[in-house]
Every structure is written in structure tokens, then in C-alpha cells.
């Protein structure tokens, strides 16, 4: 149980879209906490990515770990019709012209779990539920107050959380 801590952004979900804005928030100082209902490492859908998931892999320092990792490098697709024919591969280098070209064909329950790892070593807080247990356990308080008086501030919320969730 954590007695209570102040943030600056609450991320509801731990899955790659969750993790990686923990991790561009705490970059820049933002006090981020994830909050995410399964206990990591879990099963999910989505294995095969694209060129472009290279730039925000970039942004959060994740590249290196990428090619260090042994997740098959992904060149190309081909597309495959009703009937079975297969059409010739698709080589992303004909396209774009950037290391980004090489891709990866990753294990979600790995990546996602390396990527929460990432957001945590940039100093985001993770909070995890356990389905497993009573609904009450996972319940969770929020005090959200913002700070209208002073203008001269951007308009952010201050969010208080009380207790629920355990933290890792
Ligand atoms: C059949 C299928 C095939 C796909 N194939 C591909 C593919 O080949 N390549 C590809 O790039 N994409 C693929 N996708 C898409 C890919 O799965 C998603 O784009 C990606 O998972 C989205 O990431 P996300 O972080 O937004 O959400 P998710 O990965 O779904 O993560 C959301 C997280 O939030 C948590 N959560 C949800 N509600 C709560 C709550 N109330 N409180 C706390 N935590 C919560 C969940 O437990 C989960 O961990 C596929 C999708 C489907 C359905």
C-alpha cells in the first residue's frame, strides 16, 4: 500500500502507447505514475512493428536495447490473398532510406515489459494491480486540485493518491 504521493500526470495503462509517454513525461521532469491493471510480464496482441515505431523508440533511448535484444529483425512484408498467393515482399529500404527500414518482430509480453522498465529508469512510478485478487484491493483515490490563483503558471492539476494500488 503506498500512503500517498503527489504527480503531475497519472498514466491509466502500462501497454507500449502507456509506457512510452511515461517515458518522454519523465524525461522532462514530470512526476508520472502508470497504472496498470495486469501483472507485467502479460500476454498481448501486436508483435509485428513497423518502420516508423524507430523514431519514438528513439526519443526514449530505447534503440540500442532493441538491436542488442533477440527479437527477429523484421526487412519486409508480403501480403498474402484469400487464395493462398503470396504477393512479392514489400523491402521497406525501397521506400526509406534510414536505419529505421529494419524493424522488429518482437515478443509483446518482453517488449512491453522492457519499455515499463525503460519509464521507470527515467523515473516514472508503477503501480500495479493483480486481477487476481479482491476487486476492493485494487480500489484507488484521487484528490486532483489546480492551482487557478496563480496565472503566471501553466494550468496543471496537482493529483494526490491516497491508496490502493501496490506499487512494485
Ligand atoms: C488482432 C490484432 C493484431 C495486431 N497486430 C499488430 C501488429 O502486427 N503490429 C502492431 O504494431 N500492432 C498490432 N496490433 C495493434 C496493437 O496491438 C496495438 O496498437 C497496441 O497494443 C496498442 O498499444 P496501447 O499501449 O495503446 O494499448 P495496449 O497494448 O492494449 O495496452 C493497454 C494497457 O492498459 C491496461 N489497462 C486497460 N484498462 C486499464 C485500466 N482501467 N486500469 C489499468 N490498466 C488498464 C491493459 O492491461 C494494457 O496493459 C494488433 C491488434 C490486434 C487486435
Given at each position: 500500500m503506498n500512503p500517498g504521493s503527489d504527480f503531475d500526470v497519472i498514466i491509466i495503462g502500462g501497454g507500449p502507447a502507456g509506457s512510452t509517454a511515461a517515458s518522454v513525461l519523465a524525461q522532462k521532469g514530470r512526476r508520472v505514475v502508470v497504472l496498470e491493471k495486469e501483472k507485467f510480464p502479460r500476454y498481448h496482441i501486436g508483435e509485428s512493428l513497423i518502420p516508423y515505431t524507430y523514431f519514438p523508440l528513439e526519443r526514449i533511448g530505447m534503440i540500442e536495447q532493441m538491436k542488442a535484444s533477440h527479437f527477429t529483425v523484421k526487412l519486409s512484408v508480403q501480403f498474402v490473398g484469400q487464395r493462398g498467393r503470396a504477393s512479392q515482399p514489400f523491402y521497406f529500404f525501397n521506400q526509406l532510406?534510414?536505419?529505421?527500414a529494419s524493424t522488429w518482430q518482437v515478443r509483446r509480453s518482453e517488449f512491453d515489459q522492457m519499455l515499463l522498465d525503460n519509464a521507470r529508469k527515467k523515473g516514472a512510478q508503477q503501480w500495479r494491480g493483480d486481477r487476481?485478487?479482491?476487486?476492493?484491493?485494487n480500489r484507488l483515490y484521487a484528490r486532483i486540485s489546480r492551482p487557478?490563483?496563480?496565472?503566471?503558471?501553466r494550468p496543471r492539476c496537482a493529483v494526490r493518491l491516497t491508496r490502493g494500488l501496490e506499487a512494485p
Open positions: 532510406k534510414h536505419e529505421a487476481n485478487r479482491g476487486s476492493g484491493q487557478d490563483d496563480d496565472r503566471r503558471h
